[in-house]
């Protein structure tokens, strides 16, 4: 991509870093801006990478309450780095530092986050991409969903977040089903782990699929990981009475409609693994580090996708069509 002719003016004396831009619906762009500079409170970090996440697809793709063009570096939130500036209240974080950190313009060469959204990144991962906030969205759905040794657990979607939660719990004692509708993802799957995987796209073979798997029981626990309607339908057909039904998909196009007698019938326990609180989150992010330095989660093989900052605009399109090969982009200054 070229340099966006809608690239803020830079001061005499302004460093300048260069940042990814969402100028319109599927267009970016990158351009020269200034320098963030951290607040009292704030450390400034050197951006080695941003994940791409699919809650980003709709800005990409374009919705009326959107406007254009967005900030500077906007929406990366995946971003992990090294803290080069810290601000006069800052005492438990030095310059030097690996982090991944909490922050939403992150598709930059740096950016600026508060100290207590930051999460130290272990020596021995030296060098190795750590997009901290995705890993600890899957840490965290797996620590909600109550997965235990012995359980039947149905995964329905296979992208990033599905192929990690069934790492996951394969690896905690789990029989895993994983579902999706792309056949890359399914191999995924089975190398994550899974016992068992088959196709979102007929219903009737994977409920039966999960029936024969549990002696007609259905599943313990089932995590959808689509954010799509037909999906969370095929979630709920897929729960055994006073199972646990665990929304880890992230619904953002309208509203949803459930199959609310099912639920009671069954007794479902419904959860959302959405979390917001900051601290949560940063705790997650040191729970998915410990686990990643300890090779008891190992991500590595699911960063599909690595693209310089000037092709913001292709990773998000790869995240759009989802080709054949692709997992997860990572984008790199």
């Known amino acids: 991509m070229t340099p966006s002719a809608t690239a803020p003016h830079l001061a005499r004396n302004a460093v300048a870093m260069s940042a990814g831009v969402i100028e319109a619906a599927g267009r970016a762009a990158a351009v020269r801006v200034p320098r963030p500079e951290p607040g009292a409170g704030q450390v400034r970090v050197r951006v080695e990478g941003c994940g791409v996440c699919g809650s980003s697809l709709p800005v990409w793709e374009g919705r009326p309450w959107f406007e254009y063009p967005q900030r500077p570096g906007a929406p990366g939130h995946e971003g992990w780095g090294t803290i080069d500036a810290i601000g006069a209240t800052v005492k438990d974080w030095a310059v030097g530092d690996r982090v991944a950190f909490l922050a939403t313009n992150a598709f930059a060469e740096y950016d600026v986050a508060d ?13 190795r991409p750590f997009p901290g906030e995705a890993l600890a969205c899957a840490v965290n759905a797996f620590r909600r969903s109550g997965i235990r040794a012995g359980d039947t ?3 329905v979607g296979v992208g990033f977040l599905g192929a990690v939660l069934i790492q996951l719990a394969s690896r905690a004692g789990a029989r895993v089903a994983a579902f999706s509708r792309r056949p890359f993802a399914l191999d995924i799957a089975r190398q994550m782990g899974a016992a068992e995987v088959g196709s979102t796209e007929d219903t009737g073979r994977a409920i039966g699929q999960v029936r024969n798997l549990t002696g007609g029981a259905g599943a313990d626990c089932v995590i959808e990981v689509t954010g799509l309607q037909g999906p969370l339908d095929l979630a709920t057909e897929l729960t055994r009475e006073r199972g646990r039904l665990v929304i880890a998909g992230y619904h953002q196009d309208g ?3 459930v199959n609310l007698q099912l639920w009671n019938w069954r007794g479902l326990d419904v959860i959302n693994a959405h979390e917001r609180e900051a601290h949560v989150y ?29 092709r913001l605009g292709e990773a ?12 997860k982009a990572l984008v790199v200054p």
Do not use: K, Q, W
């Open 115 to 127: 100290s207590n959204a930051l999460a130290r990144i272990p020596d021995t991962l030296a060098g």
């Open 153 to 155: 657990v149905a995964l």
């Open 255 to 257: 509203l949803r409609t």
């Open 282 to 310: 940063v705790d997650g992010i040191r729970a998915a580090a410990d686990l990643v330095a300890s090779g008891a989660l190992e991500p590595a093989s699911l960063y599909t996708h690595t693209l310089p900052l000037g």
């Open 316 to 327: 998000l399109e790869l995240l759009r069509t989802r080709p054949d090969g692709f997992l």
